[in-house]
């Protein structure tokens, strides 16, 4: 099996499983795909995830077709706008900020491709964000001095410091770390 991603919170997952898996993880411009997008409208954040999972997917079994490929792609959407992972500190404070005090959605696409067979999946979660205060403010700076928002769509993971941030789920939390559980039972019916 090859996951197609380097996250390190998909690979904890499938690990927990006891899954044997190798990393290959596609060259895929994100940017391009979500960039100036309204996502104000469900059809519209599910077809961007859905459309980033299949081509992660699509580019890595195009090399590795005797293997199950299983890619995701996690986005995290507030106020119509897609929060993907920051540039720098900056991104993320201003990331973290607008989430403050609100709900906002998780949304993943996942792609399988096992022998030609393809097969789709979306999961989306609901995260509220405590009040922005001056105890939320401290907590940003410590987790953005720490690094810990690097490499994670909406600057924060559930899995770390970020829990500090969130008030509470409705949904999946490993959707919310980014590999959802559905996912899993489909891909466990070809393992």
């Known amino acids: 099996m090859i996951l197609a991603s380097s996250s390190p919170r998909r690979q904890e997952i499938l690990n927990m499983l006891g899954v044997d898996f190798k990393i290959i993880s596609p060259d895929i411009d994100e940017k391009k795909i979500i960039e100036g997008e309204d996502f104000t409208n469900e059809a519209a954040r599910v077809y961007a995830v859905l459309s980033l999972s299949s081509k992660k997917a699509e580019a890595v079994y195009k090399e590795h077709s005797d293997s199950i490929v299983i890619a995701c792609d996690t986005m995290v959407f507030v106020d119509g706008v897609a929060l993907g992972k920051p540039r720098d500190e ?35 979660s609901k995260v509220t964000f405590i009040e922005h205060n001056e105890l939320f403010e401290r907590l940003v700076d410590s987790y953005i001095k720490d690094g810990l928002y690097e490499g ?3 600057a924060y993971g559930i899995q770390d410091r970020g829990a500090l941030f969130i008030k509470s789920i409705e ?16 891909l466990l019916k070809w393992l």
């Open 171 to 186: 949904g999946d939390y490993y959707n919310i770390m980014g590999l959802p559980i559905e996912a899993l039972r489909i």
């Open 152 to 154: 994670k769509a909406g």
């Open 90 to 124: 900056a991104d993320a404070r201003r990331m973290l900020t607008m989430l403050a005090g609100k709900t906002h959605e998780v949304l993943s696409g996942v792609t399988i491709i096992h022998g030609g067979d393809i097969s789709h999946h979306w999961e989306s």
